[in-house]
């Protein structure tokens, strides 16, 4: 216990104090004191980070060397140089796989966002049985990826299912084949993953909106804004960070897209819906390259890396 | 101080702990010996739901009772290879290695994962064992098969009764066809269908290039436009189940055959033994048999696509002799027998398995379903090829483009022979 009152009792000493005769004792037992807490400190995070080095890190790092030999996970790994990214510089198959997975996140990314800012203002309000719609837009967030997937893929079923029969009776003759085909089943994916993730991001925005003081908006009242000069001037402001948590979130989650695809079309029909990571999947764990796989991984690890940076320099331009 | 050695101590502590629970993860399987006897490990899939296993397992036990066989179970058969890989790699002992199939034949030999059973080959009856020679890799066999799966057509009779027509009987694929058109009746959710090929690349691809005398790992597959043709004609009269609702719906060929959405499906025999359980725990009615794969031109010896499943030796294993004696078992007639039991296709093939397997309750009794069970040919889909996989992986990419139209036959041929060159071959 003595420990956790320590740091306090630092701060409460005077900046400037004094110099004493008893200063060097002081100081031989404040490095002590400060060692034990390093100690003590590094003892708390030492499950976690143990946990951390050993099934995040070292694979991480493992990865990275292993994209530049050639290993099967039973024999020896070779050296292989560059060999792997040449290869996958020169591989249709990612290339199909990064356009599959740019166009993913081009379309999931904005509208989820939009999609949950909208959700969030309409039950940001005090009404009666609110928190049943708050709890029925959330509710697809909870429920198994895999029930979802299979439950999706009937809706979007070619021929007898409900959604193309509902296109059938609004007149629409000739409806999308969505999974069944090259140019629907990436739309179709994105629209179920959009139902599925809206209503977490939902909840982070209705959170946000309600730490905005009441003041504000009565402050633009008395200015004599209305609701959508509100809107830009007062939520969307005080949103940002937010919103600029959520827009990071969601793009390395896009980008890292690989189990509602998996299950809903397996990256078909062709390679429509081809992912990065499920080209990763494929090489490594099917076809047993996991040099070459690790190599596409790092490609992936640079694209969410780079992506994520510039969201953060973008945001801190803005602030300044 | 005190307080110092303590926090040491305590962080030891922690650390220990966590490596402990790191190391858990370490040993699998382990070849102890227990009870005095001796212990035989076995990797296999889905224990519980493989009734195979344990009839083979049980039967050899009672034929040497000095020797318990411990199952290494691997839930979830479709996750089989790559975890066996991942214990492999681990250094796992694990005795016997069960090959699911020849595709994942093709890695364990190319990682030169298992050992040469060329001396138990030896005292195996070749003649007799379907599949052996598709085990043959550079002149040594790494795995022996124990049971034999090769394509049949699966038929309603009750259906075939009703629609006036004769058994199917020698069809060649054209008179598939017109069977499966005039099958086919009713319209929306009541609609029964001619037939239904499964959504798997092999039931066209496999097929054709085992009639055709073709190797998929070779990309040249011109022999594949007739057959894509007639299941795209099939498709688009509507006496086939469409492609795409069928992958929509994650639709069970089992499912099918037992409701009798389909009159026909050419499937595996594997197909057998689930049925005989469902009938005989009375989830399903229908009056069903077999019949050979239909061919390409009639009068032409049955040719039909097919691989054996067996057992090969970990490198790593400390029990070497009782390994070979079990696959040996395996492979024998007595093996057969116990899982020919439970509705499986042997190996071994003779007279006596083969009427112990028709005595079966719920078996067919008739002769055509007895034809059936004897082509003359079983060819791999995929040939014992180090790149198979990969070859597997495009092949059913374009499948899946042509079947669902978004593809020309022709384009997506090309596009096979391009992408298997320089995607799978050439790495």
Redesign the interface.
């Known amino acids: 216990m003595?420990s956790l009152a320590e740091p306090g009792t630092r701060a409460a000493e005077p900046a400037g104090a004094p110099p004493d005769r008893h200063r060097n004792g002081q100081r031989m037992r404040r490095g002590?004191l400060r060692?034990?807490s390093t100690?003590?400190g590094?003892?708390f995070i030492?499950?976690n980070f143990?946990?951390f080095a050993?099934f995040t890190l070292v694979p991480v790092v493992a990865a990275f060397l292993l994209s530049f030999m050639n290993w099967?996970?039973?024999?020896p790994p070779t050296w292989a140089g560059v060999h792997n990214f040449v290869?996958m510089l020169n591989?249709?198959?990612f290339w199909v796989a990064l356009e599959n997975t740019a166009l993913y996140a081009l379309g999931h990314v904005p509208i989820t966002l939009a999609l949950s800012l909208l959700l969030a203002l309409l039950l940001n309000k005090k009404l009666k049985g609110i928190a049943f719609f708050r709890v029925a837009i959330f509710f697809p967030y909870i429920s198994s990826l895999v029930a979802v997937a299979?439950v999706w893929?009937?809706l979007?079923?070619?021929?007898?299912?409900p959604i193309n029969q509902f296109l059938h009776l609004i007149g629409i003759t000739n409806p999308p084949?969505?999974?069944?085909?090259?140019t629907w089943a990436l739309p179709a994916v994105i629209i179920t993953s959009v139902w599925k993730d809206m209503g977490y991001y939902m909840v982070l925005f209705l959170a946000g909106l309600q730490a905005i003081p009441q003041e504000y908006y009565e402050a633009a009242s008395v200015d004599g804004a209305n609701g959508w000069q509100k809107f830009w001037n007062v939520t969307v402001p005080s949103l940002r960070p937010t919103t600029f948590f959520v827009l990071v979130m969601l793009s390395i989650s896009s980008f890292k897209v690989f189990d509602l695809i998996f299950v809903m079309?397996g990256?078909?029909?062709?390679?429509?819906t081809l992912v990065l990571s499920q080209l990763i999947y494929?090489d490594g764990?099917?076809?047993?390259?996991f040099g070459?796989a690790s190599a596409i991984s790092l490609a992936l690890f640079l694209i969410v890396l780079v992506i994520t940076v510039f969201q953060f320099r973008l945001q801190q331009r803005r602030e300044n | 101080m005190k307080?110092?050695t303590r926090?040491?101590a305590?962080?030891a502590g922690?650390?220990a702990?966590?490596?402990a629970l790191?190391g858990c993860a370490g040993s699998a399987g382990s070849s102890d010996s227990s009870s005095g006897g001796k212990t035989l490990t076995i990797a296999v899939w889905d224990y519980a739901e493989t009734p195979e296993f344990k009839a083979l397992f049980d039967a050899f036990h009672a034929a040497n009772p000095d020797i318990t066989i411990k199952p290494v179970d691997v839930p979830n058969a479709a996750d089989y290879e790559?975890k066996v890989?991942?214990m492999?790699?681990g250094g796992d002992s694990t005795d016997i290695i069960t090959v699911k199939n020849l595709t994942d034949y093709s890695?364990y030999v190319?990682?030169?994962?298992l050992l040469s059973l060329d001396d138990v080959e030896k005292k195996l009856p070749a003649d007799k064992l379907a599949g052996l020679d598709s085990y043959k890799y550079k002149g040594d066999y790494y795995a022996l098969p124990y049971r034999t799966d090769f394509s049949v057509l699966f038929y309603n009779k009750t259906m075939f009764k009703d629609a006036g027509l004769a058994d199917p009987e020698n069809l060649t694929w054209d008179e598939f066809a017109a069977d499966a058109a005039k099958l086919t009746k009713g319209s929306?959710?009541s609609k029964v269908y001619g037939a239904y090929i499964h959504t798997w690349n092999s039931l066209v691809q496999g097929i054709a290039a085992a009639q055709n005398g073709k190797d998929l790992t070779n990309p040249s597959y011109g022999y594949l436009k007739d057959q894509y043709d007639l299941m795209l004609k099939m498709q688009k009269a509507g006496d086939i189940i469409?492609?795409?609702?069928a992958?929509?719906?994650?639709l069970a060929y089992q499912t099918v055959f037992e409701t009798g959405q389909a009159a026909m499906v050419p499937m595996g025999t594997w197909l057998i033994a689930p049925l005989l359980a469902d009938e005989n725990a009375g989830k399903t009615n229908v009056d069903w048999g077999i019949a050979p794969l239909p061919q390409i031109e009639s009068g032409q010896p049955i040719v039909t696509d097919g691989g054996p499943t067996g057992f090969g030796i970990n490198k790593a294993s400390k029990n070497v002799d009782l390994a070979k004696k079990f696959i040996e078992f395996a492979a024998s007639e007595k093996g057969a027998e116990a899982v020919a039991s439970i509705g499986i296709v042997p190996s071994y093939s003779s007279d006596t398995i083969t009427q112990k397997y028709f005595s079966l309750k719920g078996m067919p009794q008739d002769a055509l379903s007895k034809k059936a069970f004897a082509p003359d040919k079983v060819v791999p889909d995929l040939p014992v090829n180090p790149n198979s996989?990969?070859v597997n992986?495009v092949l059913n990419?374009?499948h899946?483009?042509i079947m669902?139209g978004?593809?020309s036959v022709d384009a997506g041929i090309k596009e096979m022979e391009q992408?298997v060159k320089?995607?799978a071959l050439n790495?």
């Not at chain 1, 099967?72 to 024999?75: E, K, L, V």
């Not at chain 1, 979007?156 to 299912?161: A, C, D, L």
């Not at chain 1, 764990?285 to 390259?289: K, P």
Request: proline fraction near 3%.
């Open positions: 003595t002590a060692r034990r100690l003590v590094w003892s030492l499950p143990l946990g050993l099967d996970a039973y024999n290869r591989d249709q198959s299979i893929n009937l979007f079923n070619p021929s007898s299912g084949g969505w999974t069944a085909s090259t079309t990256g078909g029909p062709g390679r429509a494929q764990i099917l076809n047993g390259q070459y | 307080r110092l926090t040491l305590a962080v922690v650390a702990a966590a490596l790191a790559s890989t991942t492999l790699a890695g190319a990682k030169n994962q929306g959710s469409d492609f795409g609702d992958t929509s719906q994650s996989a990969a992986t990419e374009e899946q483009l669902t978004s593809k992408r320089s995607e790495q």
